[in-house]
């Protein structure tokens, strides 16, 4: 079945420092890739998002290129702020035609992000 | 405002007890999903609908029970035979199938006493 790989955290960076978040999947058919960021005791909201190979999502300074080929979605910010920290989340939406999962998410396991002044 | 609101926020369940997490949304959207949030686990999803009268299992349904009687409403049932009950639930909605556009309640923290 479908499934995502985020990198292990926490992370914890100093402001202004330079942010990678892996992330990697797995799917059979062709997905829609996300991701997603939680603030402390709040949902999830949509950070950005892509949904075919070579397509850049980009949002709020932050970026995450759909790479086909290594299967990955890393999610980058040239300098985070104290008001990035959070937990980002990594997912996928299977697109296969006629299936009961069609749009439904599949999650990663999440990654904390904490920033420092 | 159009969104979706969640409640209680804060839900305590005695062993054997039955308990409903609401969800409701005012943004006329088509789908309506249950995740689980446990530490370090990511989320995981309990029960979909896309219509109303019409819902699915996600990946870990045991234990628990949905409704969707009318668009505007998911409740979900956190029942006895769920032994590991706590956790954070999170419910969503989408426009039709969303593509994976999701919006998200603010969420219920659910403990056993």
């Known amino acids: 079945g479908d499934s995502v790989t985020q990198m292990e955290g926490p992370v914890t960076l100093s402001e202004e420092a330079f942010l990678t978040i892996n992330c990697t999947y797995t799917a059979t058919g062709y997905p829609s890739l996300f991701w997603y960021v939680q603030y402390p005791g709040e949902g999830l909201q949509l950070l950005l998002k892509a949904t075919k190979a070579d397509d850049k999502g980009s949002n709020k300074g932050f970026e995450a290129t759909y790479r086909k080929e290594t299967t990955s979605f890393h999610l980058e910010k040239g300098s985070v702020q104290v008001s990035d920290s959070a937990v980002y989340f990594c997912?996928?939406?299977?697109?296969?035609?006629?299936?009961?999962?069609?749009?439904?998410?599949?999650f990663g396991q999440g990654t904390i992000l904490t920033v420092h002044p | 405002d159009g969104g979706i609101t969640q409640s209680p926020k804060y839900l305590f369940r005695k062993e054997g007890q039955n308990v409903t997490l609401s969800c409701e949304q005012n943004?006329?959207?088509?789908?309506m999903y249950w995740y689980r949030q446990d530490p370090g686990q990511g989320l995981r999803l309990i029960y979909y609908s896309q219509i109303v009268n019409d819902f699915q299992k996600g990946d870990i349904a045991e234990g628990y029970s949905v409704s969707r009687e009318k668009k505007e409403s998911f409740p979900l049932t956190v029942t006895s035979a769920q032994k590991n009950p706590t956790a954070f639930y999170l419910c969503a909605s989408s426009i039709g199938r969303g593509q994976g556009k999701l919006l998200f309640g603010s969420g219920t923290q659910l403990s056993v006493l």
């Open positions: 997912a996928l939406s299977d697109h296969r035609a006629g299936g009961t999962s069609y749009g439904k998410l599949t």
């Open positions: 943004l006329n959207h088509d789908a």
